[in-house]
């Protein structure tokens, strides 16, 4: 009997000491507030070779940049600590990460564009890849946390941030700072909600202490979305809001629908023809001094709604619901926001109506 506990007791220990290999948060040296050795600068430009920043691999030319550090009249700002590094042309930075395959990982990072208009962001962990643009900024500070979802097809990974732009200028290019990780557990539906993650409270990693929310990228339809369960279906972008941060109707996550009739999310449900269904939800404000006249879209197949929504940005929300019949086995939900807004107290913000707590549900006949 004793040898059977001692048995169960190593099996628990390790199997708990597996759980542990992955915490979600920043990975190594993901703020960069480790930098390359003096003898291996050359002014901001990293001249030490692949290993020179800890824990990373870097090819091109990659600089390691101080925050207060002046770039012409332009003052370089570091979102989080005191250090970040830029991609210039064809330049990435790559880490390898132990997960676990066969799970879902999101990336959160941090990008601000310096001298080029239209720079993106090319991200990958094979064989999956995107390429994000950056040239849209959603906060007035310049920095924007963007989101990127993954499948890990082995138990080590290979991260590359890539700037595949080609500019005159060769130092032009991306920052990037703050690069975490986050398991995600893609949600089902359930006799509650037909609709998966209807309270979006899975969903990417947010910096803590950090008030900007997380982008999720547009055009993002496949079955790796950092937004388990939901596609971004528009040119523009929407944003990932918390509690400890934001107004958020219900739970801890929400989303903002930061760009008119450009920002939008759906998700197709399966339902039966001819039976009836209600698509409840919340609209609200995020109390970001988002202000005035707000109008969401909601569609579910071929009916839609329009709910008003009169924000002084200071928080607080309203219920609306959508009753329709079912025209085959395949719903497509969407939601979007009618109008621009930008925030009142900056006046260069993006911003937008939330929605949260969104529910499917047929309806039973009296």
Request: with cysteine; net charge neutral; hydrophobic share 40%.
């Amino acid at each position: 009997m004793k040898k059977v506990f001692v048995f169960l007791s190593l099996l628990f220990c390790s199997t708990f000491h597996v759980s542990l290999s992955f915490s979600d948060g920043l990975v190594a040296n993901g703020n960069f507030e480790l930098g390359p050795k003096p003898s291996e600068l050359k002014g901001t430009i990293v001249t030490g070779g692949k290993n020179s920043i800890p824990e990373w691999e870097i090819s091109g030319l990659v600089e390691y940049i101080k925050s207060g550090q002046k770039q012409g009249d332009m003052l370089l700002v570091v979102p989080e600590g005191a250090y970040a590094v830029r991609l210039g042309n064809e330049a990435s930075i790559k880490q390898r990460i132990k997960v676990i395959k066969g799970m879902y990982y999101s990336i959160t990072f941090m990008v601000a564009r310096t001298c080029a208009q239209e720079e993106r962001i090319n991200i990958s962990v094979a064989p999956d890849f995107g390429v994000i643009p950056i040239q849209t900024l959603y906060t007035s500070s310049g920095w924007d946390p963007i989101a990127y979802g993954f499948k890990a097809e082995f138990n080590v990974v290979e991260m590359v941030i890539h700037n595949p732009g080609v500019e005159e200028d060769p130092a032009c290019g991306p920052l990037i700072d703050s690069v975490a990780l986050r398991t995600l557990y893609p949600p089902r539906p359930t006799n509650k909600n037909i609709l998966k993650n209807g309270g979006f409270e899975e969903g990417p990693y947010i910096i803590p202490n950090s008030s900007y929310g997380v982008i999720i990228p547009p055009n993002i339809e496949d079955d790796h979305s950092p937004l388990p369960g939901w596609m971004v279906e528009s040119l523009k972008a929407v944003k990932y809001l918390d509690s400890d941060h934001f107004s958020v109707p219900e739970g801890t996550r929400a989303i903002e629908l930061v760009a008119g009739k450009e920002s939008a999310i759906a998700q197709v449900a399966r339902t039966i023809p001819g039976k009836t269904y209600v698509l409840s939800f919340s609209v609200g404000d995020a109390s970001n001094a988002c202000e005035g006249s707000m109008i969401v879209e909601a569609f579910a197949g071929k009916d839609t709604i329009k709910v008003p929504y009169e924000s002084k940005g200071k928080g607080g929300f309203k219920r609306a619901a959508l009753k329709f019949v079912a025209a085959g086995t395949r719903t497509r939900v969407m939601f979007l926001s009618t109008f621009y807004s930008m925030r009142s107290d900056d006046l260069s913000s993006l911003c937008g109506p939330v929605i949260d707590d969104v529910k499917l549900l047929s309806l039973r006949k009296p």
